[in-house]
Every structure is written in structure tokens, then in C-alpha cells.
């Protein structure tokens, strides 16, 4: 998606996901909004959040998981909305 200036739309969607996994809001702007105007931005604001709830992205899915599971933690969802 790169070559063709597509990476606002991956990184749209997968914020899209993120939201639904934590429950968090679209708000003030919308997915697209935000990655098509500072995607560098919104991709910091993704990374922080999984950080500030137990998950390492530099880790992966899998190894997170593996990681909950040994530990005898669930899946780390909090309240909603982003938090600091």
C-alpha cells in the first residue's frame, strides 16, 4: 500500500480495530482524518495507548498473548476512553 500513498487508509483501519478492541471513541476526528493529516502522529498516539495498557507492539500479538497467558492475565481492557 505504500507505493501507491495508501498507508493513511492501513493505518485508518487498524486504528478503527484498536478503538473497538478498547472501546474508545471516534472523537473529535474521525480514523481517516487523523492518519491522512499527521499519520505520524496518530500511529504515536496508537503506540502509547497499547503501552499505557500492558501491551509492548514491539513484541507482537502472539508473544503478548503468550505472555497473558502465562502470567494468568486476560486481555488488558480498561475504561473508556484514551487515558495519559
Not at 493505518?11 to 492518519?35: C, I, T, V, W
Not at 493529516?37 to 507492539?57: F, H, K, T, V, W
Request: aromatic fraction near 10%.
Amino acid at each position: 500500500m505504500g507505493q501507491v500513498g495508501c498507508q493513511w487508509l492501513y493505518g485508518s483501519l487498524y486504528r478503527m480495530k484498536l478503538r473497538g478492541l478498547f472501546s474508545l471513541p471516534e472523537a473529535p476526528y474521525s480514523d481517516s482524518f487523523l492518519h491522512g493529516c499527521c499519520c505520524a502522529c496518530a500511529l504515536s498516539q496508537e503506540y502509547r495507548e497499547l503501552m499505557n495498557r500492558g501491551i509492548d507492539p514491539s513484541m507482537g500479538w502472539e508473544a503478548n498473548v503468550e505472555k497473558w497467558n502465562r502470567d494468568g492475565v486476560t486481555l488488558p481492557i480498561a475504561a473508556d476512553g484514551m487515558h495519559r
